[in-house]
C-alpha cells in the first residue's frame, strides 16, 4: 500500500508542521540521550565506585535488547497504531530514568538499579525504533525522503557536539543522578510532540502464524533481497571494525601513544564532532550529484577509513592534535552520507508489512556485531598494539565496500518510482518479481 503523501509534490518540510513536530521531538531526545551516555557511567564510577568491568556491563546490558529486535519488530509490525508505540516507547524511557533522581535523593542508588534502568530503557528504544520506519514512511513524502534523513541527521549530529557540554555543566552543578533528569523530561516533551501527530498508518499484519516465524520472514526478506542484503552486510562490517577501534581506545591511544593532555583530546573530539554535522547538510546534495547508491558507497569508506589518519599521526602536538581532530572529522562526513542516504532507500523499498520486522532484523544483526567487535579490539590491542589495531579497522571497515560492489546499489541514482524487481532474487535464482517479496508497487530509479 503506498502512503497517500506519495502524490504530494514536494515542498519545504519546514512548512510542514507534522515533520516540525516529529523533528523538534526528536532534537530534544537527542540532547537528552548524550546527557545520560555521559551522567549513567559517572554514577557508576563516582557514586558507586564502580569496576572497569561492572562499567563494561552497564554499556552491554543498555545495548543487549537488540539481539531480541527481530523478534519484536515481528511483533511491531502486528500492531496498527505504531505512533502510540512510540509514545509508549518514550513515556517507559521517561518513567525509568526519573527512578534514578529519586532513588539518589533518598540515598538508595545501588548498582542492581543502574543495571535494570540500562536494560528498560534500552528495550523501549527497540521499541522506539522498530516502530519508527512505517511511521516515517507515511509522515514523510517519498521525494523528501533524503532531506527529512538529513534534516535528523543533522540534530542527531549536533547533540554530539551540544548534550555533552550541556551534560557536563548540569552533572557538575546538579550531580550526575539529577541531571539524568533532563533526559527523562526530553522523553516526555517528544511523546507530547508526537501526540497530536496525524498519519494514514497502514494497518497491522493478519493474524495467523506464530511471532517467530514472522521473524524469520523478516530475516528471509532481507537475505533474498539483494540491495538489503549487501547494505546489511555492508553496514554490520562498517560497525563491526569501527567498534575495533572504538572511542576507548582510540582515547587510549591519544593519551599513551600520541601524548595528548586530556583537554586537548577533548578538543580534538569536539572539533572534529563537527564533521557529522556538516555531513547531514551536504548528504542531500551530495546524494543529487552523484546520486543516492555512490552516497552510500562513499560514506562506507569515508566512514572508517579516518581511522588510518589518526594511527599514523606523529611530529609536534599540533599535529598530533590536528591529525585525531581530522579523522574524527572525515569519519563524521562519512557516517552522515552513508547513514542518511541508506535510510532513505530502506524507506523506499522496504514494503510496509515488513517495515518493522526488517528494522528488527537489521538491529539485531548491525547492532549484535558492536560488543563483538569491542571484545576482538581489546584482544588486538593487547597482542599487537594500539597502532596496528587502528589501522587494522580502518582498512577492515573500507572492505565493507565489496557488499556493495556486487549490487544494484551503486547504480541506484535516486528514489522514486521505477522498476524494483532487480531487488530481489535477481539472477541468484530468487522470486524474481513476485509480489509476496517484491517492492509493493515501490521502486528506485536505476540510472547510473
Known amino acids: ?177 539529577v541531571a539524568v533528569l533532563a533526559d527523562a523530561l526530553s522523553f516526555l516533551v517528544s511523546a507530547a510532540l508526537l501526540g497530536p501527530i496525524r498519519v494514514d498508518e497502514p494497518p497491522g499484519g493478519p493474524a495467523g502464524p506464530p511471532l517467530w516465524q514472522r521473524a524469520r520472514e523478516g530475516l528471509v526478506f532481507v537475505v533474498r533481497h539483494r540491495v538489503l542484503r549487501a547494505t546489511l552486510g555492508c553496514a554490520a562490517t562498517v560497525n563491526f571494525f569501527t567498534f575495533v577501534s572504538g572511542t576507548g581506545l582510540l582515547v587510549l591511544f591519544a593519551d599513551r601513544e600520541l601524548g595528548l593532555s586530556a583537554g586537548t583530546i577533548g578538543l580534538a573530539f569536539g572539533i572534529g564532532s563537527t564533521g557529522a554535522l556538516a555531513g547531514a547538510v551536504i548528504a542531500p546534495r551530495v546524494s543529487r550529484r552523484i546520486g543516492v547508491g555512490r552516497s552510500i558507497v562513499v560514506g562506507a569508506v569515508l566512514f572508517p577509513a579516518p581511522i588510518a589518519v ?3 599521526a606523529g611530529g609536534p602536538v599540533w599535529a598530533r592534535a590536528g591529525a585525531l581532530g581530522l579523522s574524527e572529522f572525515l569519519s563524521g562526513i562519512g557516517v552522515m552520507l552513508f547513514d542518511v542516504n541508506l535510510n532513505s532507500l530502506q524507506a523506499e523499498v522496504i514494503p510496509d508489512g515488513l517495515r518493522s520486522r526488517v528494522a528488527g532484523a537489521y538491529s539485531t544483526v548491525n547492532y549484535g556485531v558492536r560488543p563483538i567487535g569491542a571484545v576482538v579490539g581489546g584482544v588486538l590491542a593487547t597482542d599487537f598494539g594500539l597502532r596496528a589495531t587502528l589501522i587494522t579497522a580502518a582498512v577492515g571497515g573500507a572492505l565493507s565496500l565489496f557488499w556493495l560492489l556486487s549490487s544494484p546499489v ?32 515501490r521502486g528506485v530509479d536505476e540510472m547510473a
Open 1 to 177: 500500500m503506498n502512503s497517500p503523501q506519495d502524490a504530494m509534490p514536494s515542498t519545504s518540510l519546514w512548512r510542514d508542521r507534522r515533520f516540525v513536530r516529529f523533528w523538534a521531538g526528536q532534537s530534544v531526545s537527542q540532547v537528552g540521550d548524550r546527557i545520560s551516555e555521559l551522567a549513567l557511567p559517572l554514577i557508576a564510577v563516582a557514586a558507586l565506585h564502580a569496576s572497569a568491568g561492572q562499567v563494561a556491563w552497564l554499556t552491554a546490558l543498555a545495548w543487549a535488547p537488540n539481539l531480541l529486535a527481530v523478534v519484536l519488530g515481528a511483533w511491531v509490525d502486528q500492531r496498527t497504531h505504531k505512533r502510540r508505540l512510540m509514545i509508549l516507547a518514550d513515556l517507559l524511557r521517561a518513567g525509568v530514568l526519573l527512578t534514578l533522581p529519586a532513588v539518589y535523593l533518598l540515598g538508595t542508588v545501588t548498582l542492581p538499579q543502574l543495571y535494570a534502568v540500562a536494560l528498560l530503557t534500552g528495550t523501549a528504544a527497540v521499541l522506539f525504533n522498530t516502530a519508527y520506519p512505517p511511521f516515517f514512511a507515511h509522515l514523510v513524502p517519498r521525494s523528501s525522503y533524503v532531506d527529512a534523513n538529513s534534516k535528523l541527521g543533522a540534530s542527531r549530529s549536533a547533540s554530539f557536539v551540544l548534550g555533552p557540554a550541556v551534560g557536563g555543566a548540569l552533572v557538575q552543578a546538579l550531580t550526575a543522578p
Open 310 to 312: 589518526a594511527a599514523m
Open 410 to 441: 551503486p547504480r541506484i541514482r535516486s528514489l522514486g518510482a521505477g522498476d524494483q524487481s532487480f531487488a530481489v532474487g535477481g539472477k541468484s535464482g530468487g522470486e524474481k518479481g513476485s509480489s509476496r517479496n517484491g517492492i509493493d508497487g
